[in-house]
Structure formats: C-alpha cells, structure tokens
C-alpha cells in the first residue's frame, strides 16, 4: 500500500510541475517582466518535470520502449523543423536579399543614392506629413532604410500632430523634410501626380549631411540696410539665410577692394549712396570669374551700378511703380501687389501668391548676347498699374507723356555662361553645402504655422576672413548669375514673414548660390516603352486578320475536317 501510495505522490508531483511553468509564463508574459518570481516558477517546475521524467524512465524502463524511441525520434526532428524554421526567419529578418527583374531597375536604388546612405556620418531621419501613405513612396524610403541603421522614417498626420508640423513650418499636405541634428530641409511636396524622388532625395540628403556650408557677403558702406535688429534692417531676412544653412558676413570692399574667393553669393541690399568705381569693378570682376550678385535697388537712389547692370542688359527706372487695384488690403498705391510670377526656379511654387513691394522702382530690360534674362515679378496691366514719373504730386494720374503703363516688371533673373577656363574660380573653393530648394508660404495650411527658430544663426557682424570650412572642389563655375530687384524694403523686419516677401528673398539667394548643381548625377529612372505603334493601315490590317480571316480559317479547317470524316 505505502509503495502505490509513493506511486501517486509522484504523479501527482509531476502535474505540479507542469502547473509552475503554466504560472511562471503567465506571470512573466502579463507583466511583460521576467524577473525573479516568474524565473523561480518557471526553473521549479522545470525541475520538477525533469525528475518526474527520470524517476519514471527508472521504474518502467522507459527510455528503452521502442514507442518512446519513435516518439523522441519524431520529437526531436520537429523540433529540429522549427529551429531551421526559425533560423531562416531571423536570417530573412537581419539579411534582405532581393532581386529586381525590371529591365531599368526600377525598385533599385542608384550605386551613388546607395553609397551615400551606406557612409552617413550621423542618424538622419526622413518626416512625410501626409495623412496617407503612399505604396511607392514607402518602399523607396525602406530601400534607403535597408542600407543604414542610420536613416529613419516617419509618415506623420499634421492634424494629429500640429506641433511638429509647426516646428518644421509646414505649410500643405504631401511636404517631405530631411532632418539631421539641428538641420532641416525641405526634399519635395509629393502629390498624386508626383510620388517621391530618389534624385531630389539623395541630393537634398548629400547637402545635409554635407559639413561645409555656402558663404553669403553683404555689401556695406553706402547705407545698406542694417543687418542687425533695427529699423529698416534685414535681421529677419538674415536669420532667415542662418536657417537655410548660410553663413552671413558683411562686406566693405572699400577696405578689400575684391570679392573673397569664398563668396557663394554677394548681397547689395538697398544702397542710399553710390559705389565708388573701384567696388563696382570689384563687383564686375566678381561675376566674370563666375559670382552671383543680388541688387536690392530703391527709388530715388543712383548706387552708382549702371555700367554693370549695361552689361546684363537691365536699365534702373527712375519712376515709382503704383498699384491703384487693391484698396481692400490696406495697403497704398505706392506698394505694389505682385501676383504674377516667371516661370523660374526661384518662383516656380508660387502659383498666384501675394507678394508686395512697398516703394519700388520698375527695370527696363533689354537683349543682350550671352545672357539670359528670366522677369520674375510682374505688376498688374495698365490701368491698374503703371509707372509714375511725378513723385511730388499727390493726386496719382497717368500721365501718357511721361509715365509707362503696366505691367511693369519689378525683378529680373539672369544667367551668363562663362567661356571655358583653366584658371580657378569662386566657386572652384567652394563645395556643395546644405541648402534648400526654393519653398513657397502660399499654399493651405493643415495647421497653423509660423516662422521657424533659427537652427544656426550667423553673426552678421564678424568681418570678412578666408574660407575655414569650405575645400577645394574640382568643379569650376560654368555661369555666373545677377538678381535684380527694384525694392529692398519687401525684406525688411516686418514685412519679410508676410506673404510670399522671405520667399522671394531666399529663393533668390538659395538660385544664385548655384548649390543645385550637384556632384551626384543621378538618372530618373522609367520604365522602358515597349509599345508597338501602328499606323492606320496596319491597325486596319491586325482588326480584319484578327476579326475576319483567322475566323474563316478556322471554320473552313472545321468544314475541311468533316468533308472527310463523314
């Protein structure tokens, strides 16, 4: 009796066992915690399990049973299925092998797009603020994805998350921004017509990552406007040049007498007084060894520029440009509203936005051989606008013996190629640096936005030094370009966050830097066309061999056929 009664105390152990593991999971698995007490079931019951199984072999001669030799045999193959299994997974999971068949490769990221992304120097991160996700989009991020731990993604819902929208300035649904420590940049807007870009992706992706950054000289001296806070200053407009990743510094070619080699782009922003011959010159060398130059004109001024803009072919009107046609916006008929743009990269976004420019003089524009001019800001048609001559009068009336009928043109972009040198250039110390792709504030908002914090404001009173960040580069300036603008007080503190008024100052500065033309060449890739094109007759010879003679021929084999068989 006391043996059969040892028998079931052991069996009954042997359910306890089972019973502390069932436990030791449970408790581990809803505390999602495997500390001390979920381990101390678990191993107890282990324990347990384990000697039932050996005290059980020794009474019974278990291990020798040829059923329990099978069943271990199965077992233990099984087990031996789900470890391969799961080996395979965790292979499949770590390792991505992929093969893409399309003839272009099209679900293949480029050697150059794959290189870089394999040697980031640091974490960045790609935020798409769209509501939906995109199938096309998502595997092009997961391809960039796959080559570095180091790049991220996240889709994000602006309504759901209009903080972060309003920290990165998001303006309409589909923005996508690259982001990289204290650095942000604007890659593309997709939409339904246009999907995400693996050559806008890589190139803006290289800039941001890339240490150097594109220098930015303000010319000083002749009462231009002041850089730091102020009345009538530009501080706005050059915290604006420290977000896009410029440097800024001020410029005084009275003392240097030449433009520094490291010079991305030269600003004269609203000159009270001319130039002296010699920094015209200085400005003229500047652009013919490849520079890029923006003037911001005022009326009623004479900087003394005219034999460099002759050059371009631009002529400084002395009249004023009014707009009489938009009294409802508060603004008066010496500030005119611009609502038509060219069709230019620095305001190819803009669509029909407001910008104003209060106190603006019109550019006369003429052909000149070489140089290609591109209008930028028109006004509206006459007799909405035109240009007056008298400026004393206080009753505005076109006068059609002296003043000139509208449009006028406000701004003007121009390009003049460079014969081909072996000398260096600007720009031949210059490397490409982070900055973004001209940007627009007139479209819908999702969410509320605002102008966002500086990221790396530059000083702009440290005076002009030699390149310390910037390496020679092997590509040479192949053109150098000119901005023209009849109005420097659109880019004033104040008015430069209203509108489209910080666009068009950036997008200016952004296109003369010439940090478009990357290194990286990178082909869009498509899919290869293998449509047949067939003219009329032959379409009218497939539609009767198709519909009419392969028909008969199958009916005259069919009657053939049964001819002999009947």
């Known amino acids: 009796m006391k043996i059969i009664a040892k028998k079931k105390l052991w069996k009954y152990l042997f359910w306890f066992g089972p019973f502390l593991i069932t436990v030791g999971l449970t408790v581990g698995l809803v505390s999602e915690q495997w500390g001390l007490i979920p381990l101390a079931f678990l191993i107890t019951g282990i324990v347990i399990s384990g000697l039932w199984i050996i005290w059980q072999s020794y009474q019974t001669n278990w291990w020798k049973l040829r059923s329990t030799q099978a069943g271990t045999n199965a077992l233990i193959a099984t087990l031996a299925v789900l470890a391969i299994l799961g080996l395979i997974n965790f292979l499949g999971t770590r390792y991505h092998l992929r093969a893409d068949l399309t003839e272009t490769q099209l679900f293949t990221l480029a050697p150059q797009s794959r290189e ?110 002041q850089l730091s806070a102020g009345k009538g200053a530009i501080s706005q407009a050059i915290q604006g040049l420290g977000d896009k990743s410029f440097t800024t510094a001020p410029l005084n070619l009275a003392e240097t007498s030449k433009v520094p080699q490291d010079a991305a782009v030269v600003i004269v922003a609203g000159p009270k007084r001319g130039l002296f011959e010699g920094e015209v010159k200085a400005l003229q060398e500047y652009l013919n060894r490849g520079g890029n130059l923006l003037l911001m004109i005022d009326p009623n001024t004479d900087p003394k520029v005219d034999s460099l803009l002759q050059e371009w072919g631009v002529r400084l009107d002395n009249r004023l440009a009014v707009d009489v046609s938009k009294d409802s916006v508060g603004l008066g008929p010496a500030a005119p509203l611009v609502t038509e743009y060219g069709q230019h990269p620095i305001t190819k976004d803009f669509a029909n936005g407001i910008s104003f420019y209060p106190v603006a003089r019109p550019l006369q524009i003429t052909s000149v051989p070489g140089v290609e001019a591109t209008p930028l800001l028109r006004t509206k048609s006459y007799p909405s606008s ?181």
């Not at 199938?135 to 994000?156: A, G, T, V, W």
């Not at 002296?402 to 006028?408: M, R, V, Y």
């Open 386 to 566: 035109w240009a007056e001559s008298d400026l004393q009068s206080e009753k505005l009336e076109f006068n059609a013996d002296k003043d000139l009928k509208g449009p006028l043109t406000l701004g003007v972009a121009l390009t003049r190629k460079l014969p081909t040198k072996s000398t260096s250039t600007p720009q031949a110390s210059r490397t490409p640096s982070p900055l973004p792709s001209p940007t627009t504030q007139s479209k819908t908002s999702p969410t509320p936005s605002s102008p966002s914090s500086p990221l790396s404001p530059s000083s702009p009173s440290s005076p002009p030094s030699p390149p310390t960040s910037s390496s020679p580069s092997s590509q040479t300036a192949t053109e150098s370009r000119l901005v023209v603008l009849g109005n420097s007080s659109f880019a004033t503190d104040g008015l430069f966050q209203q509108q489209l008024n910080g666009d068009v100052f950036l997008n200016s500065v952004t296109w003369l830097s010439q940090q478009e033309k990357q290194p990286l060449s990178i082909r869009p890739k498509e899919p290869k066309n293998r449509r047949i094109t067939l003219t009329t007759t032959q379409a009218n010879l497939l539609i009767l061999s198709s519909l009419l003679v392969l028909p008969l021929i199958g009916l005259a084999a069919a009657v053939i056929i049964w001819w002999k068989r009947r």
């Open 116 to 225: 870089l992304v394999s040697v980031l120097p640091q974490p960045v991160k790609v935020w798409v603020f769209d509501i939906s996700q995109n199938p096309q989009d998502r595997e092009l991020l997961e391809n960039y994805q796959r080559q570095s731990s180091k790049f991220k993604y996240e889709y994000i819902d602006p309504q759901a998350r209009p903080g972060l929208a309003e920290k990165f300035g998001v303006k309409d649904y589909g923005e996508v921004y690259l982001e990289s420590g204290n650095k942000r940049q604007l890659v593309q807007t997709v939409n339904e017509n246009e999907r995400l870009s693996e050559v806008r992706l890589t190139s803006r992706l290289q800039q941001l990552t890339n240490s150097t950054t594109a220098k930015v000289y303000l010319l000083q001296g002749h009462g231009e406007r």
